[in-house]
């Protein structure tokens, strides 16, 4: 009958059953030792994170508890295989998983990161901005280039050669592409330097509307009349854009007369009570209200005043009960609005 240190030292495909046990309790030791972490420390850390207002906690937060049971079986395998005689190509290709995987993970983290800090930056430009859905493409694609490349170099692969023709084909690629890159490019310009946003109201030569789209390639635009207009990201940076929701304030220009019954003396007070109407609409300013010239069938003022907020429809209701209580102040004073009117003189010899 064998004893144990028979059975211990038995040869199974160039390991002994001792050596196999060891892996063994290596792989239940480190696989058990991570579920235990993530149970009592990775779930204990999102809790924590959710009631700071630090970002950081819960992008770190994020990322542990987004590691789940079949990484923790892979690194466990990883490391149990470390003391046992196994085939070369089995080791390769558990080197490879076990590599795929980190890089994954690892740029999993350096995207949130990065993302992070970016919309940091915007957010500081305007606190309700978000980072631009084309700055994460481009981080995602940046940095699964530089993965891809480690994964192949370790691999075995030259990828001196491979980064060679990846540049003679990327030249090739963007000359095909000259438009479509344009724009790409036209669309980073329009994220970092921020226009017109999703929402304001804008003026592109002949075209104005509503923001609602701001993509890779093209921004679409609503219109007043309702139909949407497709205009591409790179006409966009190189023409004139007016941007109405950037304004601060509105600058009115009106007109009102009164008919050549009013007096002289009049003529001054007119132009104080006026402005006393102006002022008593709470997003009206006034610059100046003045009595202007001489019509032909009226004596003509003119006011000037600004709109403290860059709201149409808050400005055509502001302008609707200026008129109005411009009539009600004429019907009060007797005097009379004017309108075209023509005096004919005859005269018999």
């Known amino acids: 009958m064998l004893d144990i240190q028979q059975i211990l030292e038995f040869q199974i495909g160039g390991n002994t059953v001792a050596d196999l046990g060891i892996a063994v309790g290596v792989f ?82 350096m995207e949130e990161v990065f993302s992070m800090m970016l919309g940091a930056q915007f957010k500081r430009s305007n606190p309700e901005s978000e980072l631009p859905g084309i700055f994460r493409i481009g981080i995602r694609l940046v940095l699964w280039s530089v993965g891809i490349l480690l994964i192949l170099s370790n691999a075995g692969v030259d990828i001196t050669s491979l980064v060679a023709g990846l540049g003679i084909g990327g030249l090739a690629i963007s000359l095909a592409l000259q438009g ?86 009049q003529m001054k007070q007119i132009s104080e009570d006026v402005k006393k109407i102006i002022d008593s609409h709470d997003n009206a300013e006034v610059d100046r209200v003045h009595f202007k010239a001489f019509g032909d069938s009226d004596l003509q ?4 005043y600004f709109m403290l907020t860059s709201e149409y429809v808050a400005y055509m209701d502001t302008q609707q009960d200026i008129n109005i209580d411009l009539m009600k102040y004429f019907e009060a004073n007797g005097l009379e609005m004017a309108y075209p009117t023509q005096t004919l003189y005859v005269k018999k010899d």
Do not use: W
């Open 180 to 265: 479509i890159l344009s724009d790409l490019f036209a669309s980073f310009s329009i994220a970092v330097d921020k226009p017109f946003e999703i929402g304001d109201f804008i003026i592109v030569g002949e075209h104005k509307g509503t923001v609602k789209h701001i993509g890779m390639k093209t921004t679409r635009i609503t219109a007043l009349e309702g139909e949407e207009i497709v205009i591409s990201n790179a006409e966009l940076t190189a023409a004139r854009v007016q941007n109405y929701k950037k304004m601060q304030k509105r600058r009115i220009v009106f007109n009102f007369g009164c008919s050549y019954d009013a007096k002289a003396g």
């Open 301 to 304: 003022f003119e006011a000037v």
């Open 28 to 109: 239940l030791a480190i696989f058990i030792a991570m579920k235990i972490t993530r149970k009592h420390v990775v779930e204990r850390m999102l809790k924590y994170s959710k009631n700071t207002h630090s970002k950081v906690d819960d992008v770190v937060s994020a990322f542990l508890g987004g590691i789940r049971t079949p990484v923790y079986l892979l690194v466990a395998v990883f490391v149990a295989l470390q003391g046992i005689k196994v085939p070369e190509s089995l080791t390769l290709i558990v080197h490879i998983i076990v590599l795929v995987v980190i890089v994954s993970q690892v740029i999993k983290l």
